[in-house]
């Protein structure tokens, strides 16, 4: 009797230890005095997980989902272990699982520079320290707070590990003490510094990379003497005052915002629209700053830094003396001169850099020679001399031992320039970025050997004849050793990209550039020219139509295209236009779309292109269409999408005059690819909102647009006439007067009687457009308000604003990147 009863129990247990690991409930984020963990294989809460990690948690917050854990943590040979923060998944019973994917992610840790082995141990003592003691005992790292009346300790919902005292005041916090990671709530203050790893294996402290605020801004730089910048937003030209506090804020959005409270003064370096799901921000130990996110699966989200400066211009691109261009690494070679002075490191690795064949001695400077690399960067660049020759330069590095490089960067053709004379080299870059702003040279400082010169030397002269046939002979093998090596390597990423291809589950049709060429005939019937590409008619074998786009400029981006395509692809709503497949082979990166019989909105709303117009319930249908595919993008996608472009000629309608958005999505796809160029002010002047001169924008530009072309419905004009009298080209100031007189009615669209006739819900439909029109964009309808209220289901706000902001195409700044210019707020806070 009592062993049936307990028996389905037992089955439970059994069955269940499969996926859960601990066994019993636990959450359990805080701990009193007198408390002691030892880090033993017993110990409870142990997991190890596929990836090779094992955790020993001791303090577990929150149940369900990705939560933070603190305790014991070694990743790969377990031989040492660091106490650590790291993030771990949780089910809803507070256990600890263990997902294939998904494994603990290290966002803190105490004693990264002294891990400690089996066997050690974590006290909380009865005086308030919490220390860390090795299995021998000796001391690997204490909070240093014996005497601080410390109550006890704390995991915090956010991350934070918390000493607090009696009056519940938090003495010590590990938020005030960074590794190379931030989580969403964490600040990074003047005074504080994330510093990257050694490698993704070695994560003792000494990486070369560091992030920090300082007093000239937020900079990352090589940890060389001196440092080495290369990346900052200087302070000053966020124009802030100085000594203010300012914050690198991973929170739904990573800001880079000051502490004060004038918003107006805070800028957002990077925003991403999803904060549904943990995040982190790691400073990796190949200097990029990169941000991840749990989506059932860790994910890069972001490369932050990249944007702004390219691939190149990392300090180990290519290594120390690697020059690298266009993502290939090479080594520094003298024009003129067949010695070789740097060899790679690694054949197989070029990325891992180049050494000097001689090392550099300061007691036979007399035999330092430069190599002459013309058009060749630096990722930094200190000016030493200002306004000065390049021979200057160069005797002033040949005078200073420390100097490892002249670095020459002149106005186009100038022979003045600056000058700088690093002690350190780390990359070199091709000079393809800045090559029409500025010209640049590199002498590399490299060591003679006088000896083994004049005997080559010798040599060659005694054996001209023979030597120059032998040297022909063995340059041309090397040459096609060289091109075989190449033309495999390109071989090879071309695979690799193609595999890729084929394996991406769950994406629409890939097709090949000749499959589109003939369904095309040869891209002849073009639709239409749009902001991203040309479009195309055409018709695939089995008779679908087809449109065809053709992306331009984003030829050599391959895994963020398909990123891209697949999230497109993935998007099903009857109001957008299904993508139905891509191609990307080459350079060439297509979509096809759905054909859309009746073309654009274009075509039907304005009065004098068609002898036939449309009826208001077409037209009210159209409408509602336009801002349910709008509501779907805002509110329903798994990531937010921004349309960016919202405007007739991107409104298509199918035979049935079913409307559609085009184009959705794409404004994502380029921005991820043309870096920061990319993010300033897009989309058509008359459809953007006011917001966009102030840099900060939201989904509700897209609003914006929408309400413009709601008026344009409406009315049966364009939001510009220029065929009108003055004061009645511009359709919003038009609006604005007859609001104000109380007679919207004159605006509806004179060329139908069937419009006249639903005067009452077209003027209905004009105040949701007002609506839509706020200056002030907290003010404007979300797209699903809109569709609620176009049903009647909520009315239009009471309080609207008529005196909507006429825009000036004259008033639209011209932004466009580059190192040296301010980083205006708009490229900041551009869409991503
Ligand atoms: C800490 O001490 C308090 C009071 O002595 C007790 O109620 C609580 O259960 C203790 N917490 C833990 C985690 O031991
Ligand atoms: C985890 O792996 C270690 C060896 O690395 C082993 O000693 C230990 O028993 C394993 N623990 C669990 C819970 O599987
Ligand atoms: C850890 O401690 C246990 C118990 O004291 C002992 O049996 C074990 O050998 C120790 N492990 C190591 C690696 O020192
Ligand atoms: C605690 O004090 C020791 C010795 O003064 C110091 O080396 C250590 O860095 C301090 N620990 C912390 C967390 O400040
Ligand atoms: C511990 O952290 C949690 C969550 O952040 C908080 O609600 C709680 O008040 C904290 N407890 C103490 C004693 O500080
Ligand atoms: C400290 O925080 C705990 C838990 O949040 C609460 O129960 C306690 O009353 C607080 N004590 C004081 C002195 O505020
Ligand atoms: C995140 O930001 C919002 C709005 O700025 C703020 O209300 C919230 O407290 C922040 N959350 C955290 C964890 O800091
Ligand atoms: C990690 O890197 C440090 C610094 O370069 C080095 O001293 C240490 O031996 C390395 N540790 C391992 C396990 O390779
Ligand atoms: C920055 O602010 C100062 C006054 O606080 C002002 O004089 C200066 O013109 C501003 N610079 C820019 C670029 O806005
Ligand atoms: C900003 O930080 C500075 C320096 O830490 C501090 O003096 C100032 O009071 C802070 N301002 C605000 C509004 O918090
Ligand atoms: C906020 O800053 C802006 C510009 O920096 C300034 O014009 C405005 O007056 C400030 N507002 C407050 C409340 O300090
Ligand atoms: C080229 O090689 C010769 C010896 O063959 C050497 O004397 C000369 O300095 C070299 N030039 C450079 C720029 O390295």
Known sequence: ?????????????????????????????????????????????????????????????????????????????????????FIVQTNSASRITLPAIGFPQVVWSANRNKPVRINSTLELTAQG?????????????????????????????????????????????????PTDALVPGQRLVPGMKLTASVSTTNWTERGLFSLSFTDDG????????????????????????????????????????????????????????????????????????????????????????TGFNGECYYPMACGRYGICSRGQCSCPKSSSNSTTYFRQIDDRQGNLGCSEVTRLTCNASSNHRFLDLQDVDYFTFTTDIRNTSMNTCKDACLRNCSCKAALFRSGLNSSTGDCYLPSEIFSLANNEKDKTRYDSHAFIKVQVEPEIAAAKEKRRVNGAILGSVIGVSI?????????????????????????????????????????????????????????????????????????????????????????????????????????????????????????????????????????????????RKIIQDIAKGLAYLHEECRQKILHLDIKPPNILLDEKYNAKLADFGLSKLIDR??????TQMRGTPGYLAPEWLSGVITEKVDVYSFGIVLLEILSGRRHFEASESEDQQVMVNLFRRKAEEGKLVDLIDKHSEDM???????????????????????????????????????????????????QTVSAIPYISFADSTPLLPSILSGPR
């Open 1 to 85: 009797m009592a062993l049936s009863q307990f028996l389905p129990f037992f089955f439970f247990i059994l069955s269940c230890s499969f996926h859960l690991i601990t066994s019993q409930p636990y959450d359990y984020p805080s701990a009193n005095l007198s408390t002691t963990w030892i880090n033993s294989v017993s110990a409870d809460h142990s997991v190890n997980f596929t990836d090779g990690s094992t955790i020993r948690a001791i303090l577990l917050r929150g149940t369900f989902g990705p939560k933070y854990a603190c305790g014991f943590y070694c990743n790969g040979n377990c031989d040492t272990y660091l106490f650590a923060i």
């Open 129 to 177: 320290d919490l220390v860390l003691r090795d299995a021998d005992g000796t001391l690997a790292w204490s909070t240093n707070t014996t005497g601080k009346s410390i109550a006890g300790l704390n995991l915090t919902d956010e991350g934070n590990l918390v000493l607090f005292d009696s009056k519940n005041a938090t003495v010590w916090q590990s938020f005030h003490h």
């Open 218 to 305: 937020f900079v990352a730089l090589v940890e060389s003497n001196p440092p080495q910048t290369y990346f900052d937003v200087t302070i000053g030209r966020l124009n802030a005052s100085r000594g203010s506090n300012y914050v690198v804020y991973l929170n739904g959005s990573l800001a880079l915002l000051s502490n004060s409270s004038n918003s107006s003064n805070s800028q957002t370096l990077v925003s991403f629209s999803l904060a549904t799901s943990a995040q982190y921000m790691r400073l990796e130990s190949d200097g990029h700053l990169k941000v991840y996110e749990w989506q059932s699966g860790w994910t890069e989200m972001d490369d932050l830094l």
């Open 475 to 619: 340059l041309g093998i090397i040459v096609g050793i060289a091109v075989f090596i190449f033309w495999k390597k390109k071989r090879k990423a071309n695979e690799d990209e193609e595999d890729y291809l084929d394996h991406v589950p769950g994406m629409p049709t890939r097709f090949s550039y000749d499959d589109l060429k003939a369904a095309t005939e040869n891209f002849t019937k073009k639709l239409g020219q749009g902001g991203f590409g040309s479009v195309f008619e055409g018709c695939l074998a089995d008779g679908t139509k087809i449109a065809v786009k053709c992306l331009d400029g984003i030829g050599q981006v391959k895994a963020s295209f398909l990123a891209e395509v697949e999230t497109i692809g993935s998007i099903h709503h009857v109001n957008l236009v299904q993508l139905i497949g891509f191609c990307a082979e080459k350079s060439h990166r297509l979509l096809v779309y759905e054909c859309m019989s009746n073309g654009s909105l274009e075509k039907w709303i304005y009065h004098g292109k068609q002898e036939q117009t449309l009826d208001w319930n077409c037209r």
């Open 673 to 678: 690819n043309q870096s920061q160029v990319m």
């Open 756 to 806: 006249q006739f639903y005067k009452e819900e077209v003027v209905k439909a004009m105040q949701i457009a007002a609506w839509c029109l706020q200056s002030d964009f907290t003010k404007r309808p979300s797209m699903s308000m809109v569709v609620k209220a176009m049903e009647g289901v909520i009315d239009v706000d009471k309080d609207l604003d008529y005196s909507f902001r006429p």
